[in-house]
């Protein structure tokens, strides 16, 4: 799992600033998942789960909202 990319493509969901990303937050995502089984939501949601383990954070929500820490103390 590269944290690096996942973090590209979470700056791009439509709730981070609030502009939608025409398709290219959920193609990044999706090209992420080739690792996991099942439907294209079951892999984002899984390695998504695995991602929110990794940096200590328990939600999107939470973890766009480091992001936003981490770009606003940059």
């Known amino acids: 799992m590269n ?3 996942i973090e590209e493509a979470l700056r791009l969901h439509i709730n981070y600033k ?3 990303s025409n398709g290219k937050y959920l193609e990044i995502m999706d090209s992420m998942t080739y690792m ?4 294209p939501g079951i892999r ?3 390695m ?13 929500d939470e973890a766009l ?3 936003r820490e981490i770009d606003a103390n940059n």
């Open 48 to 60: 998504l789960d695995d991602y929110f383990k990794k940096v200590n954070v328990s939600n999107l």
């Open 44 to 46: 984002l949601s899984k």
């Open 36 to 39: 996991y089984s099942g439907a």
């Open 65 to 67: 909202q480091r992001l």
């Open 18 to 20: 609030g502009i939608p």
């Open 3 to 5: 944290i690096e990319r």
